[in-house]
């Protein structure tokens, strides 16, 4: 629903965290201008004032000014309830699509297009299970123990983000994708006995993949060449590569080929170092009898 129902009031901006236009995002700042525009004008075609359509779509005159204006990011509810009120024939429903990819975060969006050219993925996270290897239920239990706290549309809005680039499994031809997990992230038990099992379960479904090899490093490894933090390096069609790490220009990405060949030489010592991935498997599925 729109309309708060507990308060019987239009929604404002204060209801709905999280759904400013990030300045610095120059494709979302466009698309979100552009969606803006169109219901501007189509809300003016019709000869209906703000107000007035804000009442009708549950929304307070300031927020449909900053809606049309460019300001905030509108709800998938509100352009269909737009394109009802207006008349629109789906038009502006239609752009739904746009303006959600626009609530990713950007460096979620263009790391998703990274992972959707890449032909070979060499991934390490030494905090948590990585990214594209976590379910819903452990990403929201991850994401609700950030501390300041995330707003609850926030947290959503990086959970749809993390399960959207899991597409990069279902590329045909599939990419190869090698990860490596550390033990204490599987023993952890975020969100309670429920989540970690079906994590565990997922973790062993991904393992079957023919594409993916996951493994683990044990806790007991008195060698470790992943103690300078999180690795990934991916790899495209056309032989060009890029890789990032915080040890590494400040985390940003790098394609220099020594910087490369440094982040290649980390990531195969890790493997080195890990248990096998049939050994991996084997003890993940030893940690899920005793979950």
Do not use: C
């Not at 959600?100 to 991934?123: T, W």
């Amino acid at each position: 629903m729109s309309v708060d129902a507990e308060a019987g009031r239009l929604r404002s901006e204060a209801d709905e965290p999280g759904w400013e236009v990030d300045p610095d995002d120059d494709w979302g700042v466009a698309v979100v201008a552009t969606v803006g525009r169109q219901l501007r004008l189509r809300r003016e075609a019709v000869g209906m004032r703000a107000a007035d359509f804000g009442e009708a779509v549950g929304y307070g005159e300031d927020m449909v000014y900053k809606i049309e204006g460019g300001k905030r990011i509108p709800r998938p509810e509100y352009l269909d309830r737009a394109d009802e009120v207006l008349s629109a024939g789906g038009l502006l429903a239609a752009m739904k699509e746009d303006v959600a990819r626009v609530r990713y975060p950007k460096k979620v969006r263009d790391l998703a297009q990274s992972e959707a050219k890449a032909v070979e993925l060499q991934l390490y996270d030494p905090l948590n299970i990585h990214g594209l290897l976590q379910t819903p239920e452990y990403a929201r239990a991850l994401l609700l123990m950030r501390r300041p706290a995330y707003a609850g549309e926030e947290v959503e809005r990086f959970i749809a983000a993390r399960v959207a680039r899991k597409a990069v499994f279902e590329r045909d031809p599939a990419p190869e994708i090698s990860f490596v997990l550390e033990e204490w992230t599987l023993r952890r038990p975020l969100g309670g006995r429920a989540v970690v099992r079906r994590q565990l379960e997922h973790l062993l479904e991904a393992a079957r993949l023919r594409n993916v090899e996951l493994q683990v490093m044990p806790m007991d490894r008195e060698e470790h060449a992943g103690v300078d933090g999180s690795i990934e390096v991916l790899k495209f069609a056309d032989g060009s590569a890029v890789g990032r790490s915080p040890v590494v220009a400040n985390g940003r990405p790098v394609s220099d080929p020594r910087q490369l060949r440094i982040l290649e030489l980390r990531y195969g010592i890790i493997r080195a170092q890990a248990l096998t991935p049939r050994e991996s498997t084997a003890f993940i599925e030893h940690l899920l009898g005793e979950t």
